[in-house]
């Protein structure tokens, strides 16, 4: 079995139970109340000491930052390597949009909504044209393409899956930008565990209504 310490809510999160259903592997929920401080606990920082969401436990072997867990979890479960191919050229495209996934458009995301939202601060205007600007490079990167990172679906759409639809329910118009809307139309439909990632939406949702 292995241990998954989350947050319905968490996109990072959410992108990690959708592969494992891609896969087949049954992850032991341990749901965290970040907002009580039990990322805090002594208990939970020897298993992490950087006390973030999502973090695995398979067996002893405990793994944070969504995106390599994704990755490990392919590579260790995966009966095929579809999601992660071993090609190196193509398994460097799915990096990229990964790296793309953290470091841009879900840090716009979080620069620019969580101060709002755990803070109460006013909206920034400067992050939200990074928003807009992240949305300009992914709507370029899918011309053409029904996949962000090759011609079938791997661990990169499926991170990009989650994100954006954190996107959807802070109320961002996906809808401006056409290539973007039509993947992530396709995404719903052929990503496996889509409904508990949506279910994990609404319960985002609340702090935006």
């Known amino acids: 079995m292995v241990d998954f310490y989350y947050q319905p809510g968490s996109s990072?999160?959410?992108s990690v139970i959708m592969v494992a259903k891609a896969?087949?592997?049954?992850?032991n929920k341990k749901l965290l109340n970040l907002q009580a401080g039990e990322q805090l606990t002594p208990e939970f920082l020897k298993i992490n000491p950087q006390h973030t969401i999502p973090t695995l436990v398979d067996n002893g072997f405990?793994?944070?930052e969504s995106r390599a867990i994704l990755v490990y979890l392919v590579e260790k479960y995966g009966k095929t390597d579809s999601l992660y191919p071993k090609c190196p050229k193509k398994r460097a495209l799915i990096n990229q949009k990964l790296?793309?996934?953290i470091g841009t458009l879900y840090q716009s995301f979080a620069n620019y909504y969580y101060p709002q939202v755990f803070a109460k601060a006013p909206a920034d205007p400067e992050a939200f044209k990074k928003i807009e600007a992240a949305f300009e490079l992914l709507n370029t990167f899918l011309e053409g393409q029904t996949y962000v990172a090759g011609d079938s679906l791997t661990v990169a759409d499926i991170a990009i899956l989650a994100t954006v639809s954190s996107f959807e329910v802070a109320k961002f118009d996906i809808s401006k930008y056409p290539n973007v809307n039509k993947w992530y139309e396709n995404a719903k439909k052929v990503t496996p565990g889509w409904?508990?990632?949506w279910a994990g939406c609404l319960e985002f949702k609340k702090y935006f209504d």
């Open 99 to 101: 790296y793309f996934d």
């Open 23 to 27: 896969i087949g592997v049954q992850l």
């Open 12 to 14: 990072p999160c959410r």
């Open 62 to 64: 405990a793994l944070w």
């Open 195 to 197: 409904d508990e990632n």
